[in-house]
C-alpha cells in the first residue's frame, strides 16, 4: 500500500475532500496534542488547542503551498495557536498533567516525578522562545533543521539559540537546587 504524500492530501484536502483531511488528522492529531500539551500544561486545554488547530489548518488549506512541507506549515499554525493562547489567558502556570514515570519502585517513582516537576517548573519560568525550542528537541525529538522550518530560521540559528536556551534552563534548574 502506498503512503500519499502529506502534501498531495493537502491539496485534495483543499478541494473539499474530508477522507484526505482525515487522514492528515490521523497523522498529525497525536503530535500536535503532544506539543500543545507541553506548551500549555494542561491536558483539557491542550485538547482544546489540538482541536483549534485543526479547524485553522481545514480553513486555511486553500491557502497552503504544496511545494512547502505541510509538517512545518501545521505546527506553525499549532505553535502560534499556543502562543496566542497563553497571551489570552494570561497565565504562566507549571506543567502538568505529565505522563506517568516509568521508574521501578515507589521510591525511584517519587524521585523521578519530584524531578520532572522542577525541570517544567525551570521550563516554564524560561522566555516562550526557549521554550518553543526545548520543546520542538528535546521533548519532541525534531532535528535543527524540522525546528528551522517550523520557526522559519536557519539549522545554524536554531542551534546557537538552542544552546542558549539550555543555558537558561540550566541557570533556572541551579536556582531550584538541582545540580548537573
Known sequence: MKVEPDEALAERASRGDHQAFG???????????????????????????????????????????????????????????????????????????????????????????????????ALDRLPEGDRQLLVLRHFLDHSYEEIGEVLRVPAKTVKSRLFAARQRLRAELERRGLKP
Request: charged share 30%.
Open 23 to 121: 487522514i492528515l488528522v490521523d497523522r498529525y492529531e497525536r503530535v500536535i496534542f503532544n506539543l500543545t500539551l507541553r506548551m500549555t500544561g494542561n491536558w483539557e486545554d491542550a485538547r482544546e488547542l489540538t482541536q483549534d488547530v485543526f479547524v485553522r489548518t481545514w480553513m486555511g488549506l486553500r491557502g497552503f503551498d504544496p511545494r512547502l512541507r505541510f509538517f512545518s506549515w501545521i505546527y506553525r499554525i499549532a505553535i502560534h495557536g499556543c502562543l496566542n493562547f497563553r497571551r489570552r489567558v494570561g497565565r504562566q502556570q507549571a506543567l502538568e498533567g505529565e505522563p506517568e514515570s516509568t521508574a521501578i519502585g515507589p521510591e525511584g517513582r517519587i524521585e523521578s516525578l519530584e524531578l520532572e516537576t522542577k525541570v517544567h517548573q
